[in-house]
């Protein structure tokens, strides 16, 4: 795959990045009722101050995305970021999944779709100039 087309999906899976982190995980973790949350299979903790900053860093993080897909080259340590935070999200997945399981199928697509971001930036991180 030439740089020109690698700069190209590399913009398009940050632009479905920043689409999931802001509806799927940010949004609805930060301000969603407990009636939105079960509709994920996910329950209101009793104390939702982890939960909500959760979704508040996640809200945050898209503005750093942002800035990767607008200038993916000049902001390429962000996309490495982005391969370690979504490697670490799904090992702490996997290692929750192996201890004390899963049961909702919403924790389950995160970690594929997490599994799924890590791996393509890692192919896709650009050139240096």
Same mark, same amino acid.
Request: glycine share 6%; charged share 15%.
């Given at each position: 795959? #030439?740089? =020109?087309? &690698?700069?190209?999906?590399? &913009?398009? @899976? ?5 689409? $999931?982190?802001? *509806? @799927?995980? !940010?949004?609805?973790?930060?301000? !969603? ?7 994920? !299979? @996910? ?12 979704? $508040?860093?996640?809200?945050?993080? =898209? ?11 000049? #902001?390429?340590?962000?996309? &490495?970021?982005?391969? *370690?935070? #979504?490697?670490?999200? =799904?090992? $702490?997945?996997? *290692? ?12 389950? @697509?995160? !970690?594929?779709? =997490?599994? *799924?971001?890590?791996? $393509? ?9």
């Amino acid at each position: 795959m #030439n740089p =020109t087309e &690698k700069l190209k999906w590399l &913009k398009r @899976v940050l632009l479905l990045k920043i689409i $999931a982190v802001l *509806f @799927v995980w !940010g949004l609805p973790a930060l301000t !969603g009722p407990a009636s939105l949350l079960r509709l994920f !299979g @996910v329950s209101l903790p009793e104390d939702p101050f982890f939960l909500r900053t959760f979704g $508040a860093v996640s809200v945050g993080l =898209t503005l750093l995305y942002w800035y990767a897909y607008r200038e993916p080259i000049r #902001n390429r340590d962000i996309v &490495k970021y982005a391969v *370690f935070d #979504n490697s670490l999200s =799904t090992l $702490a997945i996997l *290692f929750i999944a192996l201890t004390s399981g899963l049961s909702s199928w919403f924790f389950w @697509v995160s !970690g594929a779709l =997490t599994a *799924f971001f890590a791996a $393509a930036f890692w192919v896709l991180i650009p050139q240096e100039i």
